[in-house]
């Protein structure tokens, strides 16, 4: 364990569910990140939250909301996904404040879209 | 942040020393030099960053040229679960700044 937890690890649904992604951190972080890694490509940053405020969407699109209630959690709500979506989705923390810490990831999501 | 380069793929036999490259010839004066590693289907894993001087964990040692263009990540004494991608990635020391991931290296360790 790598003090950032998801869940579920897999998850399959359909194109016209709603379901969520959860991650969780005990590590005193104040930082927190969502990445794609589609297969066969280098991680993409979505989403970046600082002190629970979002500071960066890299233009994500609106079929993917995230929502972090305190700077322990971090959810991404999923509606109406593509097949195109399917990949493992990772969650990372990091204590911004102090600048040498790198990031710590969870173990991922692995999400296909049927 | 600044791009970097490296070999899209190495192979190293068990026991022996992996020396994985990186090129960051744009790479700013208050930039570091992070290296990461990815075993398959799992989220990546911290390895060791450094500024301008060598530096060594207990995982690995970081070797920085003396005009910080290039490095060289090594692992000592690879073993079959060394086996991964390694990430070398730039990054700006102060700030919430991302870490931006390129293709990295796949290192395969060979018994």
């Known amino acids: 364990e790598t003090g950032v937890t998801q869940t579920p690890r897999h998850l399959v649904m359909g194109m016209t569910n709603k379901k969520s992604l959860k991650c969780e951190q005990h590590l005193g972080h104040n930082a927190m990140y969502w990445y794609k890694q589609s297969a066969k490509k280098p991680l993409e940053l979505m989403f970046v939250y600082n002190f629970k405020e979002q500071t960066e969407n890299n233009s994500v699109p609106s079929r993917f909301s995230p929502e972090c209630p305190n700077s322990s959690h971090l959810f991404l709500h999923l509606h109406t996904l593509q097949p195109e979506d399917s990949a493992l989705y990772l969650c990372a923390s990091s204590q911004e404040s102090v600048p040498y810490y790198g990031y710590t990831f969870g173990s991922g999501t692995r999400l296909t879209v049927v | 942040d600044a791009k970097t380069t490296q070999p899209t793929s190495m192979d190293c036999a068990e026991g022996r020393a992996a020396n994985l490259p990186c090129n960051h010839s744009?790479?700013?004066?208050?930039?570091?030099v992070y290296w990461y590693r990815q075993i398959h289907s799992q989220g990546p894993q911290y390895i060791i960053h450094?500024?301008?001087n060598n530096e060594t964990n207990e995982m690995a040692s970081l070797i920085i040229t003396e005009d910080r263009k290039s490095s060289t990540l090594i692992l000592p004494h690879a073993t079959l679960r060394d086996t991964a991608v390694y990430y070398c990635i730039v990054r700006l020391i102060q700030g919430a700044q991302k870490l931006v991931f390129g293709q990295g290296t796949r290192l395969t360790i060979n018994p």
């Open positions: 450094g500024l301008k």
């Open positions: 744009t790479i700013s004066g208050n930039e570091y």
